[in-house]
């Protein structure tokens, strides 16, 4: 894969931790948004690990 698709994937990456941690700090955070970004967030790990 070229490299901007791997950094494309890590800026994936980091708007999703931004997301995550914008859900964690509301009062009464979704479980279930939480739950589907960090699965996204899991995915896109995995997929730029077997990038390299």
């Known amino acids: ?3 901007s698709h ?3 994937l890590r800026s994936r990456h980091a708007d999703l931790d931004v ?3 914008n859900e964690e700090r ?3 955070p979704d479980t279930g ?3 589907q970004l960090k699965k996204r ?3 896109l790990k995995e ?3 077997a990038i390299g």
């Open 1 to 3: 894969m070229s490299t």
């Open 6 to 8: 791997l950094s494309t």
């Open 19 to 21: 997301k995550i941690a």
């Open 26 to 28: 509301r009062p009464a």
């Open 33 to 35: 948004a939480l739950a």
């Open 41 to 43: 967030k899991l995915k």
């Open 47 to 49: 997929e730029m690990l």
